[in-house]
């Protein structure tokens, strides 16, 4: 029989490091809710004492997630562990994820604490942490860097303070697949009460390796992966979960290992983070990414049209791709719409929310004569952000003509009071965000604006990311409709609403 690979996924956490990926309470506990219905087996919701809204959502989320064990970061401080332990008195399963640094360089530089100092304090937070629950994970931080034999000694103590998992972390992306899991093999080897615990691997893609080094280490003993929905986190990323439980699914040959993960909400997950976060998967993304199952060269259609495995090694259907796209039209009934929706990975926590969303399709059944998957997905994730918006968009007034300067005519409903400004400048989505800035006084700088098409055809909704500056924080913003300008002026909207809403936070990295 072949062991049982758990998949520790850390997109509510790491993946929330990444800049302008914050999310509030309700999108993790959203994105928690497809997690658990996908079989992740550990979900890590946050890191609980970073602020008073990072608590409030690890609590949120151990309170509403019962089939997946639910788990909180902490430095191996008092404190932090105190905050975690508090956060996930409602799970039904929880975990405790306690790290300190163990590289040189961390521990003189960032800690100066001795290496002896390092070992006393891992010990401790370990102890303090069985406290709470018995379930405790320890990371020496920058362990890829980090001296082997110092690794040893401090693991070997974390275990017989009771730490059920070891996780290796590669923190800068720095190791190569063979070293990094000759590591792994050598810690499982040298340290005496390894058998005592689950080691599990932690990579960073600054290299592009995060997957790579991860399936190096499940080939060397590695029985976790901590990973992130579409690979999302700090700098270049983390390791993909979809890439990791395919690759682990469809080389059997090679590992004898498998996940619990049911495949077929992948494509689901990876499209409600995106959303969440905006964060759009690139076409060429493994398993995800709209041509991952595309084939254009007239030698691959003919050999699949023949025999599908001649240049497919995966089922589309297996991640949740549906052949048959083309499921709405403006006749379609309620029950249809919720139906299909369900079909789809989204449920609905409130009869207001369902109502919401299915007017907004009405409205869009009116403009487009097709209705995709891609189009519902986005009509939910719209309606899940207006619920929280304190800026509305009451109306948009638009003339362009060549020649001559765009004019914008913008109103607003600022918590709960309409306001109106004009703006004209060159162009229609620049004089749109000159009007709102003007409007709302507030001091933003746009970093990014992107445009991209949800489906097919001139009809297609639209969809923009923005990215903003406000006191040195990155926010990102994301709007949708059939009017690209419209969609702009709701993305823009949607990351000033972030703004407002905004709690300071500390992320620690591992």
């Not at 064990?69 to 902490?74: D, F, G, H, K, V």
């Not at 521990?107 to 937070?125: F, G």
Request: aromatic content about 4%; charged content about 25%.
């Amino acid at each position: 029989m072949s062991d049982k690979l758990i998949i520790f996924d850390t997109t509510l956490r790491d993946g929330e490091q990444s800049p302008g990926a914050s999310m509030t309470k309700d999108e993790k506990v959203r994105i928690a809710k497809v997690l658990e219905k996908m079989r992740v087996d550990v979900i890590e919701a946050g890191f609980a004492i970073a602020s008073p809204g990072d608590f409030e959502a690890v609590q949120a989320v151990a309170n509403t997630v019962k089939d997946s064990t639910i788990c909180s970061l902490a430095r191996a401080l008092d404190k932090d562990i105190d905050r975690a332990g508090e956060a996930l008195k409602g799970a039904n399963s929880a975990r405790i994820h306690t790290f300190i640094a163990t590289s040189d360089i961390h521990m003189k530089m960032k800690l100066q604490m001795t290496p002896d100092q390092v070992v006393e304090q891992a010990v401790r937070a370990v102890k303090r942490a069985k406290k709470y629950t018995d379930d405790v994970e320890f990371s020496p931080e920058d362990a890829g860097r980090s001296d082997e034999d110092f690794l040893c000694r401090v693991i070997e103590k974390a275990i017989n303070a009771g730490a059920t998992t070891i996780n290796i972390p590669d923190t800068v992306g720095y190791n190569i697949p063979h070293q990094f899991g000759a590591t792994i093999k050598s810690l499982i080897e040298r340290i005496p009460n390894s058998d005592k615990a689950v080691f599990s691997a932690h990579c960073h893609n600054d290299l592009g390796l995060a997957v790579a080094n991860s399936l190096s280490a499940v080939l060397n003993g590695a029985r976790q992966v901590e990973c992130t929905i579409n690979g999302l986190g700090e700098r270049a990323g983390n390791t993909a979960l979809e890439e990791i439980v395919m690759a682990v699914r469809t080389r059997q040959d090679e590992f004898n290992c498998d996940t619990n993960i049911d495949a077929t909400h992948i494509l689901s997950a990876s499209r409600l983070v995106s959303s969440v976060t905006g964060f759009i998967v690139q076409p060429n993304k493994a398993i995800v990414g709209a041509n991952a199952f595309a084939h254009e060269a007239g030698i691959h259609q003919d050999g699949v049209l023949k025999h599908r495995e001649t240049y497919e090694i995966m089922r589309a259907e297996d991640v949740g791709w549906n052949a048959n796209k083309l499921v709405m039209g403006k006749h379609s009934g309620r029950n249809a719409f919720k139906a299909r929706l369900v079909e789809l990975g989204v449920e609905f926590d409130s009869e207001e929310n369902l109502n919401d969303a299915f007017r907004r399709f009405k409205e869009l059944a009116d403009k487009k004569h097709e209705i995709f998957d891609e189009d519902l997905q986005a009509l939910v994730s719209e309606t899940h952000v207006v619920q929280s918006e304190h800026i509305k968009l009451v109306s948009l007034k638009v003339t362009c003509e060549t020649g001559e300067k765009n004019q914008a005519t913008v109103v607003l409903s600022v918590d709960g009071t309409e306001k109106s400004m004009t703006a004209e400048t060159s162009g229609s989505v620049d004089a749109t965000f000159r009007a709102i800035n003007k409007l709302l006084d507030m001091q933003v700088n746009l970093q990014l604006y992107s445009v991209s098409n949800v489906t097919q055809g001139t009809d297609s909704l639209g969809e923009v990311n923005v990215r903003l500056e406000h006191n040195g924080r990155i926010i990102n913003g994301q709007g949708a409709d059939t009017d690209i300008v419209i969609a702009s002026a709701k993305a823009y909207l949607h990351a000033l609403n972030k703004v407002l809403a905004d709690t300071d936070r500390a992320h620690p990295q591992i």
